[in-house]
């Protein structure tokens, strides 16, 4: 898809220097930086969203789910043979 922006000059002379420098296309320099932030954005809503989970108290439900899981994985880890 063809779209127009508008960059300030100094923007675009880097941008135009950067793809000649490494044989890329101005528009692969741009799609290249766009697909760069939509990742970083994604990952950093990813670390709020675990940050923001493990910021809330374990309950007491919480607390014995994990403890019930822990047992029942040693409790396989020692019936394995190896």
Do not use: G
């Amino acid at each position: 898809m063809k779209t127009a922006i508008s960059i300030p000059d100094t923007i675009f002379r880097e941008v135009d220097a950067f793809a000649k420098q490494h044989h890329y296309s101005r528009s692969e320099v741009f799609v290249k930086a766009v697909q760069e932030l939509l990742q970083k954005k994604t990952s950093l809503d990813l670390l709020n969203a675990l940050n923001k989970a493990y910021a809330e108290p374990e309950t007491h439900e919480d607390r014995r789910m994990r403890k019930a899981l822990t047992r029942n994985a040693i409790r396989i880890l020692k019936e394995e043979k190896y």
